[in-house]
C-alpha cells in the first residue's frame, strides 16, 4: 500500500462541509448538518450521524461500499474532541422552546417547519435557530389555521364543568412553556370516563407520539430516562403513588436532575436535568402526599353515558377534521398572553404563582372574568388538599379532636392517645396509622390541608421534651 494514500478516516472528514459542532450541558457532542435542505441536530455518537458520514464518504469516493466500522468511530471521536474543545454550550429542546420572548413549536414534519410565536402573532418558519431534537417515537402535527378557536376542544374531552374545561385549557397553556414550573395534570374518574381519550387528545395538541401514555416508571431514573425522549409525560391507569416517585414528580414540575449510566454507555456518569408537564389519570385518588398536590391541577371526570358513546374512529376523524383549528387556537392564545403577561398583577400568589399569571394572561382572549382563573385554580387546590386530610384517618382524627376545642397541647404519646379516642383504630391498617417516631412528620405533610381546614400546627422543644401544638383559626 502506498504510504501516501488516505485514510478512509482521512477522506471521510476531507468530504465534511463546514459542520457547526457544539456540546450540550451533558457534554455530549451535536453537529447540525444540512440533509435535503432541511437542518437537522444530530448528536454524534448517533446511528443516524454515523449513517450521514457513511454517505458523505460514499458520494465523494463514488465507492458503493461503506467504510470500515474503526474509520467511522474515528472521526467521531475526532469530531466529539472538536465540539468539547472548541463549541459552544447551546439548550437543546425537544417539540417546544421558550426562548427569550417566543415560544416554538416543532410540527415534526418532513420540510423541518416549526411554529413561532410572538407578542404580534405566528407564523409557520423554516429551520429555525432552535436546537431542536427529534426522536423516533415524535409523529407529525398539522399546521395550525389562523381562525382556529381553543374552545372547539370541548368537544373532544371529557369535563364536569366549566371551570373543569377552564382548569384544562390553563394546564393546556402551561405545557407550551420551558421556562417555568409546570403544574401536574391528574385526571381522576371511573372506568368508561374517558380519562385515557382525554390524555391522547392532550398529547396530539402538545407532543405528538406514538407512545401518548406509557405505564409510570418504577424509579427516579427510568422517569428522568423518559423525559430525555420526550417534552410531555403522559403515564395511564395510575394505581398509587409511592413517597418517593411523588416526590420525582415534583422535581419534574418544579425542575429537578438525576444522575444515571444507563443512557450514555461511552461516559461514566450523565446528569440528566429535566421539567417536564406530567398527566397522571387513573380511578380513586392517585395522589396523596400534600407536596404533590400543590404542584396539581386535578380533574374528576364524569361517566359517560351509554348513548353519548362514540365508535372510536369515527371519534378521530372528528378530531382529525379540528385538529389544525384547535392548534391555532391555541397559538392565537399564547400569542396574546406573552404580549399581556408582563401587565398581569396577582392579589394573591399561590404556590404555583408563574402558571397562574401566564394562565391570567390570557383570561382577556378567552372571554373569561379578569381574575377568575386565580379563584378557579384555588377553588381546586382548596377542595383536593382538604379532600386529602379528611380521607387520611390520622387527618380525620386531629379534625375530629379540634372541633372540641380550639387549642391542644402536648407531646406524642399524649397526641396518639387524644386521637385514639376519637377513632377506631381497629379499623385502621397499621400502615396508615403513624408510630410515635412518624407522627411529627406526618403532621407537617398533613399541614398545608390543615391549615385549609382552619387547624395550624406547630412544634416547640424546651429542656425536657418537645411539645405540639394544634389551634384553630378563630
Request: include cysteine.
Amino acid at each position: 500500500m502506498s504510504k501516501n494514500k488516505k485514510s478512509e478516516a482521512h477522506l471521510i472528514l476531507e468530504s465534511l462541509p463546514d459542520l457547526e459542532l457544539f456540546k450540550s450541558e451533558l457534554e455530549m457532542g451535536y453537529a447540525k448538518v444540512v440533509v435535503n435542505n432541511n437542518k437537522k441536530i444530530l448528536p454524534l455518537q448517533s446511528e443516524e450521524f454515523k449513517r450521514y458520514l457513511i454517505y458523505l464518504y460514499m458520494t465523494a469516493t463514488d465507492n458503493i461500499s461503506a467504510p470500515k466500522k474503526t474509520a467511522i468511530d474515528e472521526v467521531v471521536s475526532t469530531l466529539e474532541a472538536k465540539a468539547f474543545i472548541e463549541g459552544k454550550l447551546e439548550s437543546l429542546y425537544r417539540r417546544v422552546a421558550k426562548v427569550e420572548d417566543k415560544i416554538y413549536l416543532d410540527l415534526c414534519n418532513s420540510k423541518n417547519e416549526v411554529v413561532e410565536v410572538s407578542k404580534d402573532g405566528w407564523s409557520i418558519v423554516r429551520n429555525p435557530e432552535v436546537n431542536f431534537i427529534r426522536t423516533k417515537s415524535m409523529l407529525p402535527l398539522p399546521r395550525p389555521k389562523v381562525d382556529g378557536k381553543l374552545e372547539l376542544l370541548k368537544e373532544f374531552i371529557n369535563f364536569r364543568t366549566e371551570d373543569d374545561f377552564k382548569l384544562l385549557t390553563g394546564w393546556l397553556l402551561s405545557a407550551f412553556r420551558t421556562d417555568m414550573p409546570l403544574p401536574i395534570l391528574i385526571l381522576n374518574g371511573e372506568q368508561g370516563s374517558a380519562k385515557s381519550t382525554t390524555t391522547k387528545v392532550l398529547n396530539r395538541l402538545i407532543d405528538y407520539s406514538e407512545i401518548p401514555v406509557r405505564t409510570l416508571p418504577n424509579n427516579e431514573q427510568d422517569l428522568a430516562i423518559a423525559a430525555f425522549h420526550t417534552w410531555l409525560l403522559s403515564f395511564d391507569n395510575v394505581s398509587g403513588l409511592t413517597g418517593r416517585m411523588s416526590d420525582s414528580l415534583c422535581k419534574m414540575s418544579t425542575g429537578g436532575a438525576q444522575t444515571t449510566r444507563k443512557l450514555f454507555e461511552n461516559y461514566g456518569e450523565a446528569v440528566l436535568k429535566y421539567r417536564r408537564p406530567v398527566i397522571l389519570n387513573g380511578i380513586g385518588d392517585i395522589a396523596q402526599r400534600q407536596d404533590l398536590l400543590d404542584r396539581a391541577v386535578v380533574n374528576n371526570l364524569p361517566s359517560i353515558n351509554q348513548e353519548n358513546r362514540q365508535f372510536e374512529k369515527d371519534f378521530w376523524q372528528r378530531f382529525e377534521k379540528e385538529w389544525p383549528f384547535i392548534l391555532g387556537g391555541i397559538m392565537n392564545t399564547l400569542s396574546v398572553a406573552l404580549k399581556s403577561e408582563g401587565s398581569v398583577h396577582l392579589d394573591e400568589k399561590p404556590r404555583m404563582a408563574d402558571f397562574v399569571r401566564w394562565v391570567t394572561a390570557a383570561e382577556g382572549y378567552l372571554g373569561w372574568p379578569n381574575g377568575e382563573f386565580l379563584n378557579i385554580y384555588e377553588n381546586n387546590k382548596d377542595f383536593i388538599v382538604k379532600d386529602v386530610v379528611y380521607s387520611d384517618p390520622f387527618g380525620f382524627a386531629v379534625l375530629t379532636l379540634m372541633e372540641e376545642r380550639d387549642e391542644w397541647e402536648g407531646n406524642v404519646n399524649d397526641l396518639l392517645s387524644a386521637l385514639e379516642r376519637h377513632i377506631f383504630k381497629k379499623h385502621i391498617e397499621y400502615k396508615d396509622w403513624p408510630t410515635e417516631r412518624k407522627v411529627r412528620e406526618r403532621l407537617s405533610r398533613l399541614s398545608p390541608g390543615l391549615r385549609r381546614c382552619g387547624i395550624y400546627y406547630t412544634s416547640s422543644t424546651n429542656k425536657c421534651s418537645r411539645y405540639l401544638k394544634l389551634k384553630r383559626n378563630k
